[in-house]
């Protein structure tokens, strides 16, 4: 019996610490995106080490509502509490040193208090004599201004310690909300972010303000606005507001809020922005998806004001890549990504939060995603609502504004590889950096920066093939365009006796089959009863250059036929099947295909609209021309086709990324001179005027579309018709 309840105690003490385990367990799994926007299990750069709390800190009171968090050039890391209306500063070691802000002489020498701050940050600045000090700029919310406080260093460098033993911060002076004719005066000035260039100009993200980020002198004084948002409004409101009076359509738009919500600043004075609209999330995923910028969710701004970010991923960066639009399970996340909080690491890395999934982002100064981390949670490493996060040399922390804490994150060794070969690309140590990346790829086969940095050692090193393979396998096709051109340098160099024999060859080719059907169709001329199949279908050479001559002797002297006709349509097809399944990778990078029944659909449905639509309009329209003969009509009109795709098709072995215009040149001169055709065997066919023929072009078109909205209402009609009938008879199968 004693050994029962042994065995029975211990199952449950097993259980027990089963139960417990998620709580010290990491609880999310790393990953990136593949190119078509599906995740791929990644390493972790970063893993959870531990949450630190109030008490942990050592505060002299529990945190009440942190929103910021910020690290200074020492380690030092700050918190802000709104609430409490404070700074705490903590140590390196996270440990209570000081606080600050609660009560204060300003600069008028009146006993002054923060009011609900939200941001903050600090610079160390030194002075023409050699002193130096740490500045602290805080956004003063509810005041509307900025406060900023110092504590001044010793000769050491050190900060001076006032008679408590702590840092001696005071207060400096305080900026007032910025006065300007070209700022809206019905505007409320709510600071919440502020980041401080190196002459020590300030850039303030107000809640409310909608012209971008307000630039401010060192003095305080309005220089202007930096990075305003685009505006979007869709067709429907568009159509509204020409309804409107002026007064209506002013209000209107300033219910539109396109505001940041948060700043940064990196060491060239690139400002970087991040904003989160639910009324612009669809356009946000766009340029995700788009990577354009217009409604990104984080931006890069220069002086001027543009935004200067690379995007040189699959996806441009901006948080969630596969989302969910919606859902029926409470637990799903929907929607795009809601960026609150950007910070700067090693290398020119950089990371942002989403609230929404308390998810962090972390991309190369390329814009190329490096790793997401990150899950709402209780676990370890998990955070319930994500507020602010900030780099501490190669650690990072994470603010929850739930659980009143911050998560320290440890760099894991993947993350320090990762750096390294960041570092060595930057210092230009190629060699070391293609080792790193190695290193890398073992870790993780499916990181594509690592096969752009090999790719690109290869590149530098001369071994143009070699490059395009490692390019190939992260789709990097302007890096692979690159070591094209070089290695096509190369084989022109070697085989340069070649290519005047090709060309010669195609010429030659080419004037003899022209030649042939000129003969062939000279003969026809004269010629009657029946033709022969090849005589009908290089009439279709006679078309090319006499369409009106052509397309009369098509109908009245029977030089073509409907075989003939088919003949051109099917060559058509096959030529949009090689030209699917044809090109080289750099004009179709994710191998892309379709097959035969695709493009022949692709090129039928069109043409037998056409036919129809015309047939019946022109009946009524007084057209001479058949059923029969508007569709030889159009079968040969297509002729022209297959020898500009092609040829296209064959250049995109031979063209890189630069001279693709020239792909799409040949097949739109294609395009242009079938509608040419088609029109001017329309004409003729009919014996139109060019204003009737034209007309009747037009209402033909709409006739397609009249066609084929007729034919899926007809569809969903017998669909429905299907399913009643078969509901009748599954009823009747029961009840028998």
């Excluded at 001696?168 to 004719?181: E, F, G, N, Y």
Aim: glycine letters at 8%; charged letters at 20%; hydrophobic letters at 40%.
């Amino acid at each position: 019996m004693k050994k029962i309840l042994s065995v029975l105690t211990l199952m449950m003490a097993l259980l027990m610490l089963l139960g417990s385990y998620p709580i010290f367990a990491k609880a999310y799994t790393s990953y990136t995106y593949s190119i078509d926007g599906a995740p791929v299990v990644s390493p972790d750069a970063y893993t959870p080490d531990r949450v630190v709390n109030s008490a942990a800190m050592g505060l002299p009171d529990t945190l009440k509502e942190p929103s910021d968090m910020v690290v200074d050039d020492d380690g030092n890391v700050y918190i802000v509490d709104t609430s409490a209306n404070c700074i705490y500063m903590l140590d390196k070691f996270y440990k209570f040193v000081t606080s600050f802000g609660q009560t204060f002489q300003n600069d008028q020498g009146v006993m002054d208090a923060l009011n609900a701050p939200k941001g903050m940050f600090i610079t160390e600045e030194t002075d023409e004599e050699g002193n130096s000090a740490t500045f602290y700029y805080v956004a003063d919310t509810q005041n509307a201004r900025v406060v900023i406080f110092t504590c001044e260093h010793d000769k050491d460098g050190n900060r001076v310690l006032n008679e408590e033993g702590k840092p001696d911060i005071k207060i400096d002076r305080v900026i007032l909300a910025p006065d300007s004719d070209i700022m809206d005066k019905k505007a409320v000035y709510m600071p919440v972010a502020i980041a401080v260039d190196k002459t020590g100009n300030m850039y303030v993200v107000s809640s409310t303000t909608t012209e971008g980020v307000i630039v401010l002198a060192p003095d305080g004084s309005f220089k202007g606005f930096l990075g305003a948002q685009k505006v979007y409004i869709d067709a429907k409101t568009l159509l509204k507001r020409s309804f409107m009076t002026p007064e209506q359509r002013a209000k209107q738009l300033n219910n539109v809020p396109v505001e940041y919500n948060n700043i940064t600043i990196d060491d060239e004075n690139f400002v970087y922005v991040t904003s989160a609209n639910p009324q612009y999330s669809a356009q946000q995923q766009e340029s995700i998806k788009g990577k354009t910028s217009d409604y990104s969710s984080v931006k890069k701004l220069n002086s001027s004001g543009d935004d200067v970010m690379v995007r040189g991923g699959f996806f441009g960066p901006g948080g969630e890549v596969n989302i969910i639009t919606a859902s029926n399970n409470e637990t799903d996340i929907t929607g795009p990504s809601e960026i609150i909080d950007v910070a700067l690491g090693d290398e020119g890395t950089w990371s942002i939060l989403d609230k929404k999934r308390s998810k962090v982002y972390t991309y190369d100064s390329y814009g190329r995603l490096l790793h997401v981390f990150g899950d709402i949670g209780d676990a370890l490493g998990n955070i319930k609502a994500a507020e602010s996060l900030i780099y501490q040399g190669d650690k990072l922390l994470i603010l929850d504004k739930t659980n009143l804490s911050f998560t320290v994150y440890e760099r894991t060794e993947y993350g320090n590889i990762l750096i390294n070969a960041l570092r060595n690309d930057n210092n230009r140590d190629y060699d070391l950096a293609q080792k790193d990346w190695k290193e890398i790829l073992k870790r993780n086969g499916n990181f594509d920066a690592a096969y752009v940095g090999i790719g690109m050692g290869l590149y530098r090193e001369g071994k143009w093939s070699e490059a395009m393979e490692y390019f190939k396998y992260a789709y990097d096709t302007e890096n692979y365009s690159n070591a094209f051109q070089e290695y096509r340098k190369q084989w022109v160099s070697k085989y340069i006796i070649v290519i005047p024999i090709v060309v010669i060859a195609v010429v030659f080719g080419l004037s003899k089959l022209f030649g042939w059907a000129n003969k062939v169709n000279k003969a026809g001329i004269l010629k009657k009863g029946k033709r022969k199949m090849h005589e009908e279908v290089l009439y279709a050479f006679h078309l090319f250059g006499h369409p009106f001559d052509g397309f009369w002797d098509l109908k009245h002297e029977k030089r073509g036929s409907v075989r003939g006709a088919t003949f051109w349509v099917l060559l058509a097809v096959a030529a949009f099947t090689y030209q699917a399944v044809g090109q080289a990778y750099l004009f179709n990078p994710t191998g892309l295909t379709s097959s035969v029944v695709v493009q022949a659909v692709s090129i039928l449905m069109p043409l037998f609209l056409w036919v129809a639509a015309n047939w019946c309009l022109t009946t009524l329209m007084d057209g001479e021309g058949s059923l029969k003969d508007i569709y030889i009509a159009c079968g040969y009109s297509l002729a022209p086709l297959p020898f500009f795709v092609i040829p296209s098709v064959i250049s995109t072995h031979f063209f890189s990324l630069n001279e693709s215009g020239i792909v799409t040149l040949l097949v739109s001169m294609g395009w242009i001179w079938v509608a040419l055709l088609l029109i001017s065997g329309m004409m003729v066919t009919h014996g139109y005027s060019l204003f009737k023929n034209f007309l009747t072009c037009i209402m033909t078109i709409v006739g397609m579309a009249f066609i084929m909205f007729i034919g899926l209402l007809f569809t969903g009609l017998i669909q429905k018709i299907v399913g009643f009938v078969s509901s009748i008879v599954t009823e009747l199968s029961y009840r028998m």
